[in-house]
Structure formats: C-alpha cells, structure tokens
C-alpha cells in the first residue's frame, strides 16, 4: 500500500490511497470467511464451505463489498501512520477504483491539526502573588487566632458590625412560618452576613430592646419573606492582647516572635506552592492571548464532549446529573454551554501553542523520556511497564504518549523563560518559589490560607 499526502484549502489534506490485488485478496479472503459462518451449506458445517463454492453461491461481488467495508478504515488509519497526517476529524472517503476487480484505489479528504503562530513568546511577562509573607500577611492571622480567644462584654450603645447581637428571630409569609428562618435566643454577628443581607443593614445601629420588622428576598424563590427582630442583647467582641503570656496560653510557642515567625514561615509554604501554580496558569494564559486564529469546530466540539464527560462523571458520582448542578448553580443552559465553548476553545490554543513552541525551540521526546514516562504511568495504574507499553501500542496510544510529553517540556521551557513579576512589578526570583520545607501538620498555630488547588 502507498499513500501521497495533497494540501488542500481550508485546513484539510487529500490523501491518494493505492492498495494493491495481492494485500486486497487478504481482506477478501477475510470477508469469504465471514460470510461463509454465516451461510448454511449442504454438506459443509458453517465456515467450512471451500472459497470457489462461497463464490458461486454468493458473488464475488457481494463478498467484494464486504471486504471493502471492512477494509478501508484499516487501510486508512495506516496512510495516516505512514504519511505523519495528523487528522481531527472523520474522513470524507471516496473510491475511486477497485470496487469491481482490480487495484483498490481511494481518495480521503480530511481535516487536519493547524500550526498557529505565537510570535512573541520568547518575551513573555507574567504577575503572580508574591511568595513571601508581609508584616500586614502575619498580623492578620495572629487576629484570626485572636479572635478564637476573643470575649464578648456587654455594651449599653447601638449595634455595629462585628458586634454579638442576641435577637429573636421570625421569619413568616402570609402568617407562614419559614423554619430556617425563626430562632429563639439566636447569636449573630453583625456583618456577617451569614442569614440575609437586610438583617445587617437593619442591625446596625439597633439598641437593645428594638423590634424591627422588614421585607428580604430569598435567593431561588419568587417572593419575599418578612422577618421581625427582637434585639436581646449587645455585646461588643474584645480581643486579647497580644503579650507572650498570651502567645503560650493560644500556642505552643513561648514568645509572640516565636509565634509570628512559625506563621510567616508556615504562610510562605502555602504561598510558594500557591505561586507555583499561578506561574503555570498565568504562562499559559499569556501564550494562549498569542493565538490570533479561530480554533478548529473538530477540535473544540471534541474538547467540549471530552469536559462534559468529566463533570457528567464527578456528578455521577456525586449522585447528581448535569440538570441540578445546573439549578445548583442558578446558571442557564446557554450561558453553561457558552462558557464550555470559551473554556474548551482557550484549551485547545494552549495544546496549539505549546506544540508551536516547541517546534520553534526544536524540543524532541527521546526514548529514555518516553521509557521514564512509561514507568511512571505503570506505577500510577499498578501495572508492569511491559505491559502497558504493549497496552499502548495495541491501542495506537503511544504516538499521544510522546505528544503529551513533548508538550509538557515545551511548558517546562516557557516557565524557565517568561519573566516573572508580583503584583507591584518587582521580579521574582525562581529560587524563591521553591518551598523549604513542608508544613508541620503538628503544630497548632492555624494559617487560614486559601488553600492550594491540587
């Protein structure tokens, strides 16, 4: 078999596919045998009818058509192996000889993955958050841990936020009380905003003894819902102060500098790898704002199927369909699927753009990365490399294998090479990002950090 490669206009090739009468009588004989199980002939048990007498009985023709049928897609997806053609979408396939005797000779006009252009990537700059931790970073959180030994006083003056306010709680529709929101002898912060909004706004300045009486919306139903307010009592929050006799009694540091330097050094550990991930999403983003081109309908609609899967999978799971995280969320189907497409298409110029990069930076995949690779996927899916390798290999899964890992080098090279800056423009060294130690689960002083995504 041989197969010449033609460029075509809009994103697509033409490959010219010619097999010859002796590989064709392979698939032709398959397809004798097939049809032989399948048909019941006097004196021979099924599929052991000789081919000649098949032949008469059936036609050449018949069986002719059934080797074709079965043949093509094999012959196809070898052109593409042989020629390198990179196809992301079905073929629009064409005979153009053979179908009665002779040569098999076809035609396939498919689309193609694009080169895009991303000039200017060598001079890439990115913002992330800076990895250490200020005197303001550290003070906060010793008032978060003020805050867990903080008493609450009584005070004789109007509420105002942060404040504890006592109250009795009803909330009612056309003289229907709504459970969640009746409570007796109820502890609210004011501020907070944990119930409603509204009941902020009408604390703030109460005394004790007011009785407030207003209208709130509640989020998902149509109409509102009436709350009366029976202030109790107010007391304002004191917080402790920050002494070393405190600093013993709230950790297991003796000192308030022993303290604070075990939270600076705890902090800067979540945000160094914190700032590891944002180097790699804000590189990413920076590369894909180079792609000027329209991506592929094949490629995005593919990307699309591929995350609709994913979450229709982690909600199966879950025990929900794609209908309540929908109504979870109070988010439109249209705006859902616009969303996907804008997602799904910033993720297919990523896997372009990295694929340019390293083509233009000459990155190649050896055989001991992609040895490395194999051992490490066998160890993540608890099989013996040979034999996932072999997986591999029936499956025609190792060509992606080497793609991905050409791709992951190419990131690897854009992260050496962008210029990194927090958010005040004063650059970053690398080092820095690279935490000392690991957090010392042990050790009682909370850092309240956002934590880092996996």
Do not use: C
């Amino acid at each position: 078999m041989k197969a010449v490669v033609e460029p075509l206009e809009g994103n697509k090739v033409k490959l010219s596919v010619e097999v010859d009468e002796g590989e064709f009588e392979q698939a032709l004989d398959a397809a004798f045998r097939r049809m032989a199980s399948q048909v019941r002939i006097p004196g021979f048990r099924p599929g052991k009818a000789p081919r000649k007498l098949l032949e008469s009985r059936i036609g050449k023709e018949a069986a002719r058509q059934e080797a074709l049928r079965e043949a093509l897609p094999d012959y196809y997806a070898q052109a593409l192996r042989d020629t390198d053609v990179d196809a992301i979408a079905p073929p629009e396939i064409d005979i153009t000889s053979g179908e009665e005797e002779g040569p098999i000779a076809f035609d396939a006009v498919v689309e193609v993955r694009p080169t895009v252009s991303v000039a200017g990537y060598q001079g890439l700059r990115v913002t992330i958050p800076a990895p250490e931790a200020s005197d303001a970073d550290v003070d906060a959180q010793v008032d978060r841990l003020r805050n867990q030994f903080a008493e609450l006083n009584p005070v004789s003056r109007p509420a105002k936020d942060d404040d504890h306010v006592s109250i009795d709680l009803k909330g009612y529709r056309h003289d229907e009380v709504v459970g969640g929101l009746t409570a007796d002898d109820f502890l609210y912060e004011v501020g907070s905003g944990t119930v409603v909004p509204e009941l902020d706004e009408h604390l703030r300045g109460a005394k004790v003894g007011d009785i407030l009486k207003f209208n709130a919306p509640i989020p998902g139903e149509e109409e509102d819902v009436t709350l009366q307010v029976l202030v109790k009592d107010v007391k304002e929050k004191v917080l402790p102060e920050v002494t070393d006799e405190w600093a013993g009694e709230a950790s297991e540091f003796e000192t308030v500098a022993e303290l604070r330097d075990d939270i600076r050094k705890r902090m800067e550990v979540v945000r160094k790898v914190q700032a590891q991930l944002a180097l790699r999403d804000e590189a990413v983003k920076a590369l894909v704002e180079l792609v000027a081109d329209d991506m592929p309908d094949a490629l995005v609609g593919s990307e699309m199927d591929r995350r609709l899967h994913d979450l229709a999978h982690r909600l199966e799971a879950q025990g929900a369909d794609l209908g309540q995280y929908l109504a979870a969320t109070g988010k439109p189907q249209e705006e859902f699927v616009e969303e996907l497409k804008a997602s799904s298409s910033d993720s297919v110029k990523a896997d372009l753009a990295l694929r340019a990069v390293a083509d233009a930076e000459g990155i190649e995949v050896s055989e001991e990365d992609l040895d490395e690779e194999i051992v490490r996927l066998s160890e993540r899916f608890g099989q013996p490399p040979g034999t996932l390798r072999d997986q591999l290999e029936r499956a025609d899964q190792m060509a992606a294998v080497r793609s991905d890992l050409r791709k992951a080098k190419a990131l690897e090279w854009l992260l050496d090479h962008v210029e990194v800056v927090d958010e005040e423009g004063h650059p970053i060294d690398r080092a820095a990002l690279t935490p000392e130690a690991p957090v010392n689960e042990e050790n009682e002083t909370p850092v309240e950090e956002v934590e880092a995504p996996a």
